[in-house]
């Protein structure tokens, strides 16, 4: 399979050489190649590592390209090369601790040569007339041709012993695989489509040498190359009425400004603003205009993007939608109709320009109702009125509220009322109250003020038990500063030691 791939690309070469489709050439070039290896020999990278340099070598063979846009920038550049790649080592011994005799240096190269197939996609950029910067990158494939090892050995007394050995091809441990690839890149400058000159620099991706200790094996090389183009491109052949000198994909013969890259619509000159008016005869070459104001354009008194000329309101900012007019406002609510969901009913803003809802249907809405989901009248700001029976209930339970002397304690004889109380509020879950505790003059201010407060608060609790959420009852103690009789007499001192509950929704 890998030697039929090789002899297609190699076809594919040869065809493009033999009938010279586009242009061929002769190249070569030095360059230095070191491999990149990693495995985990214990202290390999402070014992060996470092006497590795790279092996200086050179590349040659025949080059192709192909061109692959109209512009011709673009282009397919294969080539067939002989190559050779490898490293050295080089390490020094005290010859008395020597693991080989009295070795005292070791010098080695391994060389590996072969036929390499790379294809690059290039790009060209013209700097001048006849010089064009060069950058591509590409694939390559590389077939093992032949290989050796070379080895010197000098001992403390100077002997030097030296000999090759010819490196083993396979798939097994310990050989050099027969067929690898990899990448190139490379950047240079080609003269007048005769002579290109490129640095170049590729990189095996796939391992070229099994070894019997593990680790990855990959080829570098950092190289130049000349190449002598045999043949010119068909873009040195076209006849000069098909001839572009600006590359804008416009022939100079029709080109009105053939120094300068444009567009066919405007005869080859450039359009900066895009309005289908070349600058050169474009009064305003940096905003899109009209012909009928020679490239400027239509003026926009009210500077909401419409032009005069197709804006029904000249003078007042408006959208495009409304022909540059202001968006409507049906029902005069403030809010314009495409944000109104009520276009014929004056609204608010909160709810895109419908009225407030009203959802107990009592006419006050639910902005302004403080009992929204039970009709009630407008004097109660939208809640019902509570019923005598219910707030006469509710006062004879206050009335049988006792506590302990000077305490908070309830005593038990009250818990009947209080438990009535709930039952009450249970009945209708929008109900709120007020719970007020009050004393009598006797005693300092700021103990009869804690005290009421402190029973007040016992009240809520015992009916926060009896289920009634917290938030619907309100704590506060007055101590003695609403009396409602005179505290003069111990028979007005009584009525003000009381508790009292106001019910509200």
Not at 37 to 59: A, C, I, M, S
Not at 116 to 145: A, C, D, H, M
Not at 340 to 359: F, Q, S, V
Not at 456 to 466: D, F, H, S, T, W
């Amino acid at each position: 399979m890998k030697k039929t791939y090789l002899l297609l690309a190699l076809n594919l070469v040869l065809f493009n050489v033999m009938y010279a489709q586009i242009k061929w050439g002769i190249g070569a070039g030095p360059h230095n190649t070191t491999v990149i290896e990693k495995n985990r020999v214990q202290g390999w990278d402070q014992q060996y590592k470092g006497n590795f340099t790279p092996l200086g070598g050179f590349h040659a063979g025949i080059f192709s390209e192909i061109n692959i846009s109209k512009n011709t920038n673009w282009a397919l550049q294969p080539a067939l090369l002989y190559t050779n790649k490898g490293r050295k080592f080089s390490k020094s011994y005290d010859s008395t601790k020597s693991f080989i005799n009295d070795t005292s240096a070791i010098n080695a190269s391994w060389k590996i040569n072969y036929l390499e197939l790379p294809v690059n996609l290039i790009y060209r950029i013209p700097l001048t007339e006849k010089v064009r910067f060069i950058l591509g990158g590409g694939p390559y494939v590389s077939l093992q041709l032949n290989s050796k090892t070379t080895y010197e050995i000098l001992n403390a007394s100077g002997e030097r012993e030296a000999f090759n050995d010819k490196m083993a091809t396979g798939d097994a441990v310990n050989t050099y695989q027969k067929l690898h690839w990899g990448i190139n890149a490379l950047a240079g400058l080609d003269f007048n489509d005769r002579l290109l000159f490129t640095a170049n620099y590729s990189r095996s991706m796939s391992d070229f040498y099994t070894a019997g200790y593990g680790g990855s094996f990959k080829h570098q090389l950092w190289g130049g190359t000349v190449v002598i183009w045999l043949t010119a491109s068909k873009t040195t052949k076209i006849k000069a009425s098909q001839k572009d000198s600006d590359g804008d994909g416009v022939p100079d013969k029709s080109d009105k400004c053939p120094a300068e890259m444009g567009t066919a619509a405007t005869s080859g000159c450039p359009d900066t603003d895009g309005d289908g008016i070349p600058d050169n005869e474009d009064k305003c070459p940096g905003v899109a205009g009209i012909s009928g104001l020679l490239g400027c354009p239509a003026p926009d008194r009210d500077k909401d993007g419409v032009a005069d000329d197709k804006d029904k309101c000249p003078d007042v900012a408006g959208t495009a939608k409304y022909n540059g007019c202001p968006v409507p406002d049906s029902d005069g609510d403030g809010i314009a109709d495409d944000k109104d969901n009520c276009l014929d009913i004056a609204g608010t803003a909160k709810y895109n320009g419908c009225p407030a809802p009203d959802t107990d249907g009592d006419g006050i809405d639910d902005d302004n109702d403080k009992c929204p989901l039970k009709a009630g009248a407008k004097a109660n700001n939208g809640c019902p009125d509570i019923a005598k029976d219910m707030i006469d209930d509710i006062n004879k339970a206050a009335r049988s509220i006792l506590f302990d002397v000077s305490s908070d304690n309830i005593k038990a004889s009250s818990y009947s009322a209080l438990d009535k109380l709930a039952e009450i509020l249970q009945s209708d879950a929008e109900m709120k109250l007020d719970i007020e505790g009050h004393t009598d003059n006797t005693g300092s201010v700021r103990l009869n003020q804690v005290l009421s407060g402190r029973r007040a608060l016992a009240i809520k609790n015992y009916l926060v038990k009896k289920g009634i959420a917290t938030e619907r009852l309100t704590a506060l103690g007055f101590g003695s500063e609403h009396p409602i009789a005179s505290n003069s007499t111990e028979e007005g001192r009584s009525k003000n030691r009381r508790v009292a509950f106001k019910v509200k929704y």
